[in-house]
């Protein structure tokens, strides 16, 4: 069977969107030449009108995203660092998001926004390094952050073809992720929906993106002595409450581990709701970056603030002797 990067799926699902619908077309900075080396060898094949190099204005070339959406186009806006959000957060939000819902659904916003590179490269520094998903699925955007290839293209194809606005988070941790795929069976993934990798009886983790692969990599390390539930989320916003609260009610305890700072995070907005609709028998524990963290350009420093697998054996380690 064939092994198929992350980065790689991102790519065929672009290819595979713009070759099925026409109205499809991608812009953003330096993306003809491939800067973030996903829209590699798309100008090529579709040419020009459809792979649209952009000024270094993001927040020009985000509205003109949400006027050719309005005029029945599907544009996808490639941002090449997550902190360029904070400056298009008008345009996404306010505007984007905000029309279908103030006119009633007479206007679609089609509009996907992909983030490839979302959190840590390790010596990027505070300017280039966060993840800043948990303020999208704050107000309502659809929001998915991948974790595996096949979830890769097969959200992005889903976001491609939603009616709303959809960011896609493609966290650097996971761009090299490499799986066996049959490309023939890969296809879109509904969004909102969420996934079990590894099913547990003692302990449910919740790991957001990469950090699903640390997860998985500590279950196994543990498999001796517990028995962990690996749940991927994979879409922020609309959450999917109900399979979680499946997983947390068999196991009854909760440990959440999520590369973002710790408050108002994506990690307590779940320890809250499963508090709320699950019986546990054990305090739940949260594996973040610290509060108010920007991470230092050293990359030791950078490695520091960033969740580990040891501090998340720890937490398991400590919901399991609570309980």
Same mark, same amino acid.
């Given at each position: ?14 290819? #595979?969107?713009?070759?099925? *619908? ?12 491939? =800067?973030?080396?996903?829209?590699? /060898? ?6 020009? *009108? ?50 279908? +819902?103030?006119? @009633? @659904? ?47 293209? @097969? ?12 960011? &896609? ?29 590894? =099913?547990? #009886? ?6 957001? /993106? ?5 997860? +998985? ?10 028995? &962990? ?20 009610? !068999? ?37 973040? !970056?610290?509060? @108010?963290?920007?991470?230092?350009? =050293?990359?030791?420093?950078? !490695? ?5 697998? #040891? ?13």
């Amino acid at each position: 069977m064939p092994r198929l990067s992350y980065r790689r799926a991102l790519t065929r699902a672009l290819a #595979d969107e713009l070759a099925r *619908d026409e109205t499809v077309f991608l812009l953003g900075e330096d993306i003809r030449v491939g =800067a973030a080396n996903v829209t590699a /060898g798309l100008l090529k094949r579709f040419g020009p *009108d459809r792979v649209r190099d952009t000024p270094l204005s993001e927040q020009a070339f985000t509205s003109f995203a949400t006027g050719a959406a309005l005029a029945g186009m599907r544009p996808v806006v490639e941002f090449q660092i997550p902190s360029l959000l904070f400056l298009v957060f008008e345009q996404i939000v306010n505007h984007a998001h905000k029309f279908p +819902l103030m006119t @009633g @659904g007479q206007c679609a916003v089609p509009v996907t926004y992909l983030v490839p590179g979302s959190g840590s490269r390790t010596g990027w520094a505070g300017q280039h390094s966060d993840h800043p998903y948990s303020l999208f699925a704050h107000v309502g955007v659809t929001t998915v952050v991948p974790a595996t290839p096949a979830d890769a293209y @097969g959200l992005l194809v889903s976001a491609v073809r939603c009616d709303d606005p959809v960011v &896609v988070f493609a966290p650097a941790g996971a761009l090299d992720v490499r799986a066996d795929v049959d490309f023939a069976a890969l296809a879109p993934v509904p969004l909102g929906r969420g996934r079990v990798h590894r =099913a547990g #009886d003692d302990v449910t983790v919740v790991a957001v /993106g990469h950090l699903v692969h640390d997860a +998985l990599a500590v279950a196994e390390e543990l498999a001796g002595e517990a028995s &962990v539930e690996v749940y991927d989320p994979r879409t922020l916003y609309p959450f999917d409450w109900d399979s979680l609260a499946e997983s947390v009610a !068999r196991t009854r305890r909760l440990v959440v581990v999520d590369d973002s700072n710790r408050s108002c995070g994506i990690a307590g907005e779940v320890i809250a709701t499963m508090v709320e609709r699950v019986p546990l028998v054990a305090p739940p524990r949260r594996v973040t !970056r610290p509060d @108010g963290a920007v991470l230092p350009f =050293a990359p030791a420093l950078d !490695r520091a603030v960033q969740p580990g697998r #040891d501090q998340l054996r720890t937490a398991i380690h400590h919901v399991l002797k609570d309980g």
